[in-house]
């Protein structure tokens, strides 16, 4: 009788620690964040196409499938080009209970405008340097992914190639907070990494990362008009009466307070960020 229910008890200790091993992987699994839309795949700190693989850093081979706001093309998943027209009025933007309640209350307001879906690609600012209207900037060779390493400068004389203008500080605050005053360009909650890229050098929602991830990688981050990626992946220039600004938080930044819509930084025109892009706005009317 010993011998068996010896056996019977090693047994069950056993059980007890494969289940506990399981449980244990699971927990950890479980804390890993979903960074990714669907029709994407996360390798490591980004998200790729699925059928690409990652190869020091990049997303490379033709993919399958991306995700609903891109088109898969054989370099990579490329966000849809388009424009949104916003039409223009007054916002006020008090503190909240959620808020820091030093920051002293915003009003701005914008004449009608329309702003590019996303910040301009890879792709889309080497047209502005084959045309010799910009200087090169560092390409991490990848058509769809935004263009960083520009100068205030270059970024406004690229948006005056495509049509428009780099924006004001007040346009590209509208944008984001929409007339409702949003705390976030999709809300007022839910600042989650599936939903914005941040903090993936060093946490929350992943490490090591070498740069943003493709325009377009966080569909479910867009404003109620359908703008992406204006908080986090890259800061955006905008230019002020005094200088420029860089507003919407970047894939560097760990903490949620640099994407709130009333969030800024003070920047120098020259300061060629490589966490910082632009995109473009356009007037309805000539300015």
């Excluded at 996360?42 to 088109?71: D, F, H, N, T």
């Excluded at 503190?95 to 910040?119: G, K």
């Excluded at 929409?178 to 929602?205: E, I, K, M, N």
Aim: glycine content about 12%; charged content about 25%; hydrophobic content about 35%.
């Amino acid at each position: 009788m010993t011998r068996p229910r010896t056996e019977t008890l090693l047994a069950l200790a056993a059980l007890g620690s494969l289940l506990g091993g399981v449980g244990w992987l699971a927990v950890r699994e479980a804390r890993v964040p979903t960074l990714c839309a669907d029709g994407m795949i996360q390798l490591g700190a980004r998200c790729c196409g699925e059928g690409q693989r990652l190869e020091y850093g990049a997303c490379r081979g033709e993919p399958s499938r991306c995700s609903r706001v891109q088109r898969a093309t054989p370099e990579g998943c490329v966000a849809h080009e388009g424009r949104v027209r916003l039409d223009g009025g007054r916002v006020e933007r008090r503190p909240t209970d959620w808020d820091d309640r030093s920051q002293a209350p915003a009003s701005l307001e914008v004449d009608t405008f329309r702003i590019d879906v996303h910040e301009v690609t890879e792709a889309e600012y080497l047209d502005c340097v084959r045309a010799g209207v910009v200087k090169a900037a560092p390409r991490r060779g990848e058509p769809g992914l935004p263009q960083t390493g520009v100068t205030a400068t270059d970024a406004a004389r690229c948006c005056a190639h495509r049509g428009g203008a780099l924006p004001t500080t007040a346009e590209l605050a509208f944008a984001a907070m929409g007339r409702a005053g949003r705390r976030y360009p999709w809300g007022d909650a839910g600042a989650v990494c599936r939903r914005v890229a941040h903090g993936l050098v060093d946490g929350p929602c992943a490490h090591g990362s070498r740069g943003p991830q493709l325009a377009g990688s966080h569909p479910s981050g867009a404003t109620p008009e359908g703008l992406l990626d204006l908080a986090g992946n890259v800061e955006e220039w905008a230019r002020t009466p005094a200088g420029f600004e860089a507003r919407g938080g970047s894939y560097r930044d760990a903490s949620v307070t640099a994407l709130r819509t009333f969030s800024a930084r003070v920047a120098s025109d020259d300061d060629a960020s490589d966490a910082r892009g632009f995109r473009c706005v356009y007037a309805e009317f000539p300015r």
